[in-house]
């Protein structure tokens, strides 16, 4: 996903035109153009239809068109992600996770593990675990890095410098005596 599921980099279409982008802040793609998106629904392929309908706060029809996709893949990864995007924009994390794991055993490459361990950073980020999620973030950078994608790669250092910077916040250093 680095920058969505659909790995565009965080915008659908160029900076004048923006649809959607991923917000540095919160690390949660954020839908700018609503009626566009809702225009595109009938045009896009099922993978990113599920996608814009989570986006769209659609999140029962985007899991159930995802399970539906899911179950009709042959190629297993990509369907894996967008329903476990959808599963996450509901805050139902536990199922994100499992289909993310599963995503991450059929990676089978370093640039298919960093888009899973991407989208693990962003599901940790959203849960406020963000000690974990600096961890995935950081091996999604190497991975991409190390692959030799690097808009990617950036993409990921910025999330990365996200987490740690919200764990530096939120970091309990003194406990109270009990």
Known sequence: MA????????RSVGPEGEIWHTDPSSLRDVVLDQA???AGLGEYPSLERVWALSLLDRGQQAVAEGQVLLT???DRFRPLLVLAHAYQRQYR?????LLQEEALRLARSPAREALVRYEIGRRFFDEA?????AAELEWAY????TAGRERLARVC?????RAREVLAATCVTDYPSV
Request: proline share 0%; aromatic share 10%; hydrophobic share 35%.
């Open 3 to 10: 920058g969505g599921v659909l790995g565009k980099g965080g």
């Open 36 to 38: 566009a998106m809702k």
């Open 72 to 74: 009709g893949s042959t």
């Open 93 to 97: 994390w536990h199922e994100a996770a």
């Open 129 to 133: 675990l963000y000690r974990d999620a």
């Open 142 to 145: 190497d991975l991409y890095r």
């Open 157 to 161: 250092r910025q999330a990365l410098h």
